[in-house]
Every structure is written in C-alpha cells, then in structure tokens.
T-cell receptor, first 112, second 112 residues
Framework: GQQLNQSPQSMFIQEGEDVSMNCTSS?????WLWYKQDPGEGPVLLIA?????ELTSNGRLTAQFGITRKDSFLNISASIPSDVGIYFC????????????FGQGTRLTINP | GAGVSQSPSNKVTEKGKDVELRCDPI?????LYWYRQSLGQGLEFLIY????????KSGLPSDRFSAERTGGSVSTLTIQRTQQEDSAVYLC??????????FGPGTRLTVL
C-alpha cells in the first residue's frame, strides 16, 4: 500500500551531535515533505521537495528527495535543545491538492 | 495570527454522543484537509476539499464521519454516535498550492 516506513522510531543524542532520519516506500512519490511536531501542537512544515535528487537546506536542516522517488532523508546538524520533538516525513503521490501520506514519526530527545 | 485555527482545542464526550469539530483555514487557501492522529502515531488522512469540487472522502473510516465546508472557507467535521476508538487528535490543514499544507493546533477528542 501507500505506506511510508520512517526510521529510526526514536533517537537519544547529545546536544551538538548531527542527526539523520529517513523514509522509504514501495510507492513512487512526487512530493516529499518533512514536518516537526511539538507536544500539543500541529505539525510545522520544515522542508518541501519536488524533484527527484533535489537537495534542499533550511538552516541546520538538509533534506533530499531520493533518485528512485521512493525515499527521502532529513539531516539536522549540530543539534540544539529546541530540536526536540517528533519529526514526520510525508509524501504526496501526485503534486498539487492531494492528501499526504505520513510516516510514523521519529521522536528526537536531546541530552544537554 | 493568520494561521489555521481549530475549535475546540479539547473535547470530552460520552460514548454515543455526536461531536462537531471546527476548522478555520488560512484566508485564501482553496484546499482544506482533515487528518486524524492517534496517540504516538502518524497522521491518517480523512477527507479533503478543493474549491468547488466534490470532496475526496476516501479516508473517512465509517459512515459515522462526515464533513462539510461552507462558502469555501470554514469546515466542520462531525462524528456521530462516538465510540472510544474515535479518541484521537483531529488536525486540519489548508493549502494554496496543494503540496505545502499548513496545520492547525488540532482538537483532542476523548470519548469516555
């Protein structure tokens, strides 16, 4: 089906470390998005990717749209305490006004 | 602010009662989406509206769930005869481009 497998499910790191998480699917997606969700809040869009192979940065965040269109990764460099939260990948089978399929999330915990 | 707003923020109801959840999208956004997030899970698509087109209801889990969008703006998600498994956070998102969806803070529904 149109499922996204996101890994790892959780990460426990030291402040200052780099973080990497990824999503894979058996389906081809035309758009990949990465969201961050804080407790009690809705997801906030971090990065949107539209082309296979695209590499996009947003501050300390970098995400790539896999060449096969079936995967994407998100890297966070030099983590800081406010990076704590749950990160979700989301894919869109068709670009434009269509539903998003979400991964299960990666819970990031940072030890000061 | 000019973001997506949802009300109520929390709703506690008894099994068998009907509930209505409201979403005010970002002004000018033609697309509106409803998702459901169970505890510790990713988001599950429910329904989306795009302009005056017929809504995509493919994600609604049962006929107890319905939604409408009046005047192309505000949307109401109605759950009839609520069950305990309906307990979740219900998130609304809106979009102008369709690909980049902006989420509200959600309504936490608890069915006793």
């Amino acid at each position: 089906g149109q499922q996204l497998n996101q890994s790892p499910q959780s990460m426990f790191i030291q402040e200052g470390e780099d973080v990497s998480m990824n999503c894979t699917s058996s389906s081809i997606f035309n758009t990949w998005l990465w969201y961050k969700q804080d407790p009690g809040e809705g997801p906030v869009l971090l990065i949107a990717l539209y082309k296979a192979g695209e590499l996009t940065s947003n501050g300390r965040l970098t995400a790539q749209f896999g060449i096969t269109r079936k995967d994407s990764f998100l890297n966070i460099s030099a983590s800081i305490p406010s990076d704590v939260g749950i990160y979700f990948c989301a894919g869109q089978l068709v670009q434009g006004a269509q539903k998003l399929v979400f991964g299960q999330g990666t819970r990031l915990t940072i030890n000061p | 602010g000019a973001g997506v707003s949802q009300s109520p923020s929390n709703k506690v109801t008894e099994k068998g009662k009907d509930v209505e959840l409201r979403c005010d999208p970002i002004s000018g956004h033609t697309a509106l989406y409803w998702y459901r997030q169970s505890l510790g899970q990713g988001l599950e698509f429910l329904i989306y509206f795009q302009g005056n087109s017929a809504p995509d209801k493919s994600g609604l889990p049962s006929d107890r769930f319905s939604a409408e969008r009046t005047g192309g703006s505000v949307s109401t998600l109605t759950i009839q005869r609520t069950q305990q498994e309906d307990s979740a956070v219900y998130l609304c998102a809106s979009s102008s481009s369709g690909s980049e969806q902006f989420f509200g803070p959600g309504t936490r529904l608890t069915v006793l």
